[in-house]
């Protein structure tokens, strides 16, 4: 009997895969709320469906701490087909909480508007490289060339904030080349082609030629790279909605029975084990939260019950449990799969002769189980 309940767990373990599930919520765009103002669903995967308007391209669905306004999740939809987008969010909301939420809607850049970026883009950087050089004859950085290639980079960045590239992102990093072009210019000797008691030309005229070429060589090199990283779809933020301090679902108070199968050491060593086994039914309280606590702690409760049947030592006696009949337990139990736990703990029984010569009948007896049982999860709500 106890080899059959044994199996009936392990095949349960294995016919009851865990699948994620996704729950659906509807966006309305134009009223701008979900589920028509019902609270979100707290602890589960969301799936976000609404309709927008043809010339919506891309959407950024952005989750924010309503008491903190930080980001905490983005996610994204590209157009393909049809209007109807359909944003996939594993982030999980907790429970009886409030967050703010920003849609941002993009759309394509028409190649006019295009052009003007661009052009607004190698101008800033244009900009910036003349006014990182010092004074109007010599030849030096202000800043030395990486932290110059770094600022071209965060410039650059932050002209193409607004904008987002159907590629899915912006290969916005310049090149070792123009790294060296800075290098160069840093270290440039000016004089270079300048002949002494060549009449044909000044050493200043030499020295504010080389100075005009290297600056111009290394405003070309950017303008380059600019094209490079502009040489592609380009998606404009047309507008944005906001929908702030909206509620989750309250969370009921979860509760969970345990019904398995476990056995008890009772006395003996390896070679002259006393033990026996029996089913028994009690209840559980997980230690932590699904989204809020670590991954142990969400698969691992408190658990206490009781053995549904006495047990018997080797030599054929009833051994009681402490306050009433049956044994009672207290241990903590793991998820292993989907709905089988693995049980630990301590069994309180009635120490009598049969188990320990030197205790009295009325003293509690604590030993060790072990065993597996079927969780069934209840939601329990207390109050209105």
């Given at each position: 009997m106890k080899k059959l309940i044994l199996l009936f767990f392990i095949v349960l373990a294995f016919v009851l895969p865990n699948f994620a599930q996704f729950t659906t919520v509807t966006y309305d765009l134009e009223r701008n709320w979900f589920n028509e103002g019902q609270p979100l669903p707290a602890e589960q995967a969301m799936i976000i469906k609404g309709i927008v308007k043809d010339e919506v391209d891309l959407i950024e669905f952005n989750i924010l701490s309503a008491k903190r306004g930080d980001e905490l999740y983005q996610a994204t939809w590209m157009k393909q087909?049809?209007?109807?987008?359909?944003?996939?969010?594993?982030?999980?909301?907790?429970?009886?909480?409030?967050?703010?939420?920003?849609?941002?809607?993009?759309?394509?850049?028409?190649?006019?508007?295009?052009?003007?970026?661009?052009?607004?883009l190698k101008a800033t950087l244009a900009t910036y490289v003349d006014v990182n050089i010092a004074g109007e004859k010599d030849l030096k950085l202000l800043k030395n060339s990486k932290k110059s290639l770094k600022e071209l980079q965060t410039i650059t960045e932050k002209t193409l904030m607004p904008y987002r590239n159907k590629n899915g992102y912006w290969a916005s990093e310049f090149s070792e080349v123009v790294r060296l072009k800075l290098e160069q210019l840093d270290k440039a000797d000016l004089e270079v082609g300048y002949v002494k008691g060549d009449s044909s030309t000044t050493r200043q005229a030499v020295r504010s030629n080389n100075r005009t070429n290297l600056i111009n060589e290394l405003k070309a090199q950017i303008a380059r790279e600019a094209n490079r990283i502009l040489d592609t779809d380009?998606?404009?933020?047309?507008?944005?909605?906001?929908?702030?301090?909206?509620?989750?679902?309250?969370?009921?108070?979860?509760?969970?029975?345990?019904?398995?199968?476990?056995?008890?050491?009772?006395?003996?060593?390896?070679d002259d084990l006393d033990y026996d086994a029996a089913p028994y039914l009690g209840i559980a309280f997980p230690l932590g939260n699904s989204v809020l606590g670590s991954r142990f702690l969400s698969n691992t409760s408190v658990t206490m019950g009781v053995f549904l049947n006495q047990f018997e030592d080797n030599d054929g006696k009833r051994i009681e449990g402490f306050v009433i009949d049956n044994p009672i337990y207290l241990g903590l139990d793991h998820k292993l799969f989907q709905f089988i736990r693995l049980n630990v703990g301590a069994t309180f029984l009635e120490a009598d002769n049969s188990i320990d010569q030197s205790m009295s009948s009325s003293n509690i007896l604590i030993r060790p189980y072990v065993g597996l049982s079927a969780r069934i999860d209840l939601s329990v709500k207390l109050g209105k």
């Open positions: 087909n049809a209007n109807e987008f359909a944003i996939t969010v594993p982030y999980m909301l907790r429970a009886s909480d409030r967050y703010d939420f920003r849609i941002d809607l993009f759309q394509n850049l028409s190649s006019t508007k295009k052009q003007e970026l661009l052009n607004d380009v998606l404009v933020l047309s507008s944005s909605r906001s929908v702030d301090d909206y509620a989750t679902k309250k969370k009921a108070n979860s509760l969970a029975i345990n019904v398995g199968y476990g056995g008890v050491y009772l006395d003996g060593d390896l």
